[in-house]
Structure formats: C-alpha cells, structure tokens
Nanobody
C-alpha cells in the first residue's frame, strides 16, 4: 500500500504564495506522475498541475505562469508552489500519484489520493 500526505495549506492574503507538499510512502518502486487537483467550495474537483517522472509538467490555464514544481526523489516528495494567489484559488487541494508498487501482494501500476489540504485566499 501507498500513503500520500499533503501539507502546506492555510490562509493566505491575495497576492501571496504557498508551497504545498505531497509525500508518498509505502511499497513504491517508482512514481510515474504526481498530479494536483483542487475542489473549490460548492464545485467539483478540477485539475491544477502535474509532473511526470521525466520532469514534464502541465497545468490548467487558471494557474499557468503562477506555479512551480520541485521534488525530493530521496523521500518521494513533490512540492507545488503557487504564486500571486487569488480568492478564486480557494479550495481543498488534493495530491494524486500514479505509482508502480506492491498492492495486495501484486506488483502493478496504481493510483492513490491524499486526504487534501485547505487553501484559503482572503484578506
């Protein structure tokens, strides 16, 4: 099994920055991609940004030009920094990992979700 733990959320003033982290642990051989989603109040979950094991990144138009990825491969942690935060960025942010690892006694590619971290942008 694999566990994902997000952290770094909180209350930020408009124009500020936040760095979210997603740490993966457990029976991992490799992480193929990590993706961030968010769910604004009263709305559905939406794609934010993603990074592959090769370092290729993609993002939603809503955060394009305002985000940066970094990672620590030694402890399977990915960091997403978002700049110039707006009230529309208020949401619960979820980490999703596509992992090659061991689950139920079988090696394979599995998808896992973290528990979410709240980001509130308000003055």
């Amino acid at each position: 099994q694999v566990q994902l733990v997000e952290s770094g959320g909180g209350l930020v003033q408009p124009g500020g920055s936040l760095r979210l982290s997603c740490a993966a642990s457990g029976s991992i051989f490799s992480i193929n991609a990590m993706t961030w989603y968010r769910q604004p109040p009263g709305k559905g979950r939406e794609f934010v940004a993603a990074i592959t094991s090769a370092g290729t990144t993609s993002s939603a138009d809503s955060v394009k030009g305002r985000f940066a990825f970094s990672r620590n491969n030694a402890n399977n942690t990915v960091y997403l920094q978002i700049h110039s935060l707006k009230p529309d960025d208020t949401a619960v942010y979820y980490c999703n990992a596509n992992v090659y690892g061991l689950r139920g006694g079988s090696w394979g590619t599995w998808t896992y979700w973290g528990q979410g971290t709240q980001v509130t942008v308000s003055s």
